[in-house]
């Protein structure tokens, strides 16, 4: 059975910094493209990071470039996301994705990821 699951959520103040954990299972996800999306109350799920494992390349929405970074580690089938700087505004489920890199569409698109997460709540107080 594959599985996405996600830690490290919580609340923090206005300034303050979380690390977000994604374990994979059931399937070695080293050569997938991973994501990570969120979803504010009463809002649509939005992209806010992304690895692709064809370029290697990181992609990261413009509100969290220079705040956020997204890493990976294989040999534990696992990525992060590092956040800092977090803002009120960054108040949301956090959800991890992730999806085969053949597969169609921007990597910014939710609709593009086969595998996902329960989520974590991220809470920011100001």
């Known amino acids: 059975q594959v599985q996405l699951v996600e830690s490290g959520g919580g609340l923090v103040q206005a300034g303050g910094s979380l690390r977000l954990s994604c374990a994979a299972s059931?399937?070695?996800?080293?050569?997938?493209?991973m994501g990570w999306f969120r979803q504010a109350p009463e809002k649509e799920r939005e992209f806010v990071a992304a690895?692709?494992?064809?370029?290697?390349?990181?992609y990261y929405t413009d509100s969290v470039k220079g705040r956020f970074t997204m890493s990976r580690d294989n040999g534990k089938n696992t990525v992060y996301l590092q956040m800092n700087s977090l803002k009120p505004e960054d108040t949301a489920v956090y959800y991890c994705?992730?999806?085969?890199?053949?597969?169609?569409?921007?990597?910014?698109?939710?609709?593009?990821?086969?595998?996902w997460g329960q989520g974590t709540q991220v809470t920011v107080s100001s």
């Open positions: 994705a992730g999806t085969p890199p053949v597969s169609a569409g921007s990597i910014r698109q939710a609709g593009r990821y086969s595998y």
């Open positions: 059931g399937r070695d996800f080293s050569n997938y493209d």
């Open positions: 690895i692709s494992w064809t370029t290697k390349n990181t």
